[in-house]
């Protein structure tokens, strides 16, 4: 179960920005899930709603989710193409000479901070 790890990365980092910043709540953090990246949005959540307590600026802070669609390049045709459709063989060209170029990763991206 890495959601925990990533939550905790996630809620330190916010953590720390709000701090810097003199923030004295976060209401919600978004984030952008890669297609691929073996991420269960549904953990995320769940971990969230434990660690967020923990965290002064985001006890009632709320998590939501992009998804990031995987894309992979062909290095014979140089097309794009999706990946979860195809898979590694390009559906152009028909080569195996694929790489993932996105949609594996998760990342921070957007803090909601509400004027009071």
Not at 8 to 13: G, I, L, S
Not at 21 to 47: F, H, K, M, N, W
């Amino acid at each position: 179960m890495h959601e925990l790890g990533i939550v905790t990365y996630v809620a330190d980092t916010v953590q720390k920005i709000a701090a810097e910043q003199e923030i004295p709540r976060i209401d919600g953090v978004t984030l952008t899930i890669g297609e691929v990246s073996g991420i269960i949005p549904e953990y995320l959540a769940d971990c969230w709603n434990y660690f967020r307590k923990r965290y002064p600026a985001l006890t009632e802070a709320e998590l939501t989710w992009q998804t990031e669609d995987a894309v992979s390049y062909c290095d014979d045709c140089k097309q794009e193409f999706g990946t979860v459709a195809a898979g590694k063989m390009c559906p152009y060209s028909g080569s195996e000479h694929t790489w993932l170029l996105r949609g594996n990763g998760c990342s921070i991206k957007e803090l909601t901070i509400l004027e009071e």
